[in-house]
């Protein structure tokens, strides 16, 4: 392709970024809030937490390595979105825990057909030079999707319709649109068969990319910590502040616009910064927002951590992926970025898991609040020391 051709296929990209985004933006908050007014237990919350992030990343391996060696990334693309989409309009119709449970980790499922392939396509039409002002922008781009469709979803509440037929709605047609555009305008590339599954499958050797390896290792180990917050999270929100669904929204708005703006403002000025200072940085940094659930569980407190966390969970997701594509060869970064978020998607089943059924355990003795603090505190202390290991990656 030439540059031209590939320049207007990268703005297609970014539009296919925003739309995803806004998939994700009205679905993903609200699916476990939903799952808590279907009558979810604790450990139920766990389960949903934990086979929805193993099923998105265990299957991104599957499509990886078909997408490499069929040199197809388009395809799944498309199909990720539409499957998915459709997926989400049938959570419209479901009142039983264990249905809704199997169709969301379905929907982690297929969606994650998209995750890698989009990877491998885009590294393919991006020069080198430019990959980290190119994930940036599609960083950016999410959280603003992300933020108009919670937006959307929270006012809808505030008017007195259904947030979550609204958000489920959105997500659909978002979705099956991404797909429509992608479709259209993204052709499949013209790559020789040798330069496909063939050498990244002679080049996937782990203890060859010992960056790699040290980067997987502690990304496993964080991501653990990092997720066993998540269904402890939404236990607090709806059971301790009692937030309503608007409120709830409004701390992933702040959260996503927070992300959005610190991207813009000091992404010129972390050129020269090295990737693993910022994931040290970002990292420890994150520890702070399950002390200040634990402590101060309170609706403007809640606002002013996220608004801090939104900046630095936005550097740590463009930092992460940036280290896999600067350490991982070309004609296998669809095979390496599906290894990678398999990997944290197992330690994030592990973690929500984890983390339910040791508060079921921990409820039995200790009141609700005793038990979650424990818990946040865990999670703060894994957080900051593991955090804080990345800065020796280099």
Same mark, same amino acid.
């Given at each position: 392709?030439?540059?031209?051709?590939?320049?207007?296929?990268?703005?297609?990209?970014?539009?296919?970024?925003?739309?995803?985004?806004?998939?994700?933006?009205?679905?993903?908050?609200?699916?476990?809030?939903?799952?808590?007014?279907?009558?979810?237990?604790?450990?139920?919350?766990?389960?949903?937490?934990?086979?929805?992030?193993?099923?998105?990343?265990?299957?991104?391996?599957?499509?990886?390595?078909?997408?490499?060696?069929?040199?197809?990334?388009?395809?799944?693309?498309?199909?990720?979105?539409?499957?998915?989409?459709?997926?989400?309009?049938?959570?419209?119709?479901?009142?039983?825990?264990?249905?809704?449970?199997?169709?969301?980790?379905?929907?982690?499922?297929?969606?994650?057909?998209?995750?890698?392939?989009?990877?491998?396509?885009?590294?393919?039409?991006?020069?080198?030079?430019?990959?980290?002002?190119?994930?940036?922008?599609?960083?950016?781009?999410?959280?603003?999707?992300?933020?108009?469709?919670?937006?959307?979803?929270?006012?809808?509440?505030?008017?007195?319709?259904?947030?979550?037929?609204?958000?489920?709605?959105?997500?659909?047609?978002?979705?099956?649109?991404?797909?429509?555009?992608?479709?259209?305008?993204?052709?499949?590339?013209?790559?020789?068969?040798?330069?496909?599954?063939?050498?990244?499958?002679?080049?996937?050797?782990?203890?060859?990319?010992?960056?790699?390896?040290?980067?997987?290792?502690?990304?496993?180990?964080?991501?653990?910590?990092?997720?066993?917050?998540?269904?402890?999270?939404?236990?607090?929100?709806?059971?301790?502040?009692? !937030? =309503? %669904?608007?409120? /709830?929204?409004? @701390?992933?708005? *702040? #959260? &996503?616009?927070?992300?959005? $703006?610190?991207?813009?403002?000091?992404?010129?000025?972390?050129?020269?910064?090295?990737?693993?200072?910022?994931?040290?940085?970002?990292?420890?940094?994150?520890?702070?927002?399950?002390?200040?659930?634990?402590?101060?569980?309170?609706? !403007? =407190? %809640?606002?002013? /951590?996220?608004? @801090?966390?939104? *900046? #630095? &969970?936005?550097?740590?997701? $463009?930092?992460?992926?940036?280290?896999?594509?600067?350490?991982?060869?070309?004609?296998?970064?669809?095979?390496?970025?599906?290894?990678?978020?398999?990997?944290?998607?197992?330690?994030?089943?592990?973690?929500?898991?984890?983390?339910?059924?040791? %508060?079921?355990?921990?409820?039995?003795?200790?009141?609700?609040?005793?038990?979650?603090?424990?818990?946040?505190?865990?999670?703060?202390?894994?957080?900051?020391?593991?955090?804080?290991?990345?800065?020796?990656?280099?």
């Amino acid at each position: 392709m030439n540059k031209d051709k590939n320049k207007w296929i990268e703005h297609v990209l970014y539009c296919k970024a925003l739309l995803d985004s806004i998939h994700y933006g009205a679905s993903s908050p609200f699916i476990p809030i939903y799952a808590i007014e279907l009558g979810a237990s604790p450990i139920e919350i766990g389960i949903l937490y934990s086979l929805s992030n193993l099923s998105l990343n265990f299957f991104q391996v599957i499509w990886g390595y078909l997408s490499d060696r069929l040199i197809k990334y388009v395809m799944f693309i498309i199909l990720g979105g539409f499957f998915s989409s459709i997926t989400m309009a049938a959570l419209l119709f479901v009142k039983s825990i264990t249905v809704f449970i199997g169709l969301v980790t379905f929907h982690s499922m297929t969606a994650s057909m998209s995750i890698p392939t989009f990877v491998a396509y885009s590294s393919r039409l991006i020069s080198e030079d430019r990959w980290r002002r190119f994930i940036e922008n599609i960083n950016s781009l999410s959280y603003l999707g992300w933020v108009l469709a919670t937006l959307a979803v929270g006012l809808s509440s505030l008017l007195g319709l259904s947030g979550f037929s609204t958000g489920f709605s959105i997500a659909s047609i978002s979705g099956i649109t991404g797909s429509i555009i992608t479709w259209i305008f993204c052709k499949e590339l013209n790559v020789d068969p040798e330069e496909g599954y063939l050498p990244s499958i002679k080049t996937l050797r782990i203890r060859r990319c010992i960056k790699f390896l040290n980067f997987l290792v502690l990304s496993v180990s964080f991501g653990f910590f990092l997720s066993m917050a998540w269904p402890l999270f939404t236990i607090t929100l709806t059971k301790i502040s009692v !937030l =309503s %669904l608007f409120d /709830i929204s409004i @701390l992933d708005i *702040v #959260f &996503g616009l927070s992300g959005a $703006a610190g991207l813009a403002l000091i992404r010129d000025h972390l050129t020269l910064v090295k990737t693993s200072s910022i994931l040290a940085l970002s990292g420890s940094a994150m520890a702070l927002i399950p002390l200040v659930y634990a402590f101060s569980p309170y609706l !403007l =407190s %809640l606002v002013l /951590i996220h608004a @801090l966390i939104g *900046v #630095f &969970g936005a550097l740590y997701d $463009a930092a992460s992926l940036a280290y896999v594509l600067e350490n991982t060869p070309i004609e296998g970064k669809g095979v390496y970025t599906a290894l990678y978020n398999f990997s944290v998607g197992s330690a994030f089943f592990c973690g929500s898991l984890v983390a339910g059924y040791i %508060l079921e355990i921990l409820q039995q003795s200790w009141s609700l609040e005793a038990a979650l603090t424990t818990l946040y505190i865990v999670t703060a202390v894994g957080r900051f020391v593991i955090g804080l290991l990345y800065r020796y990656l280099d």
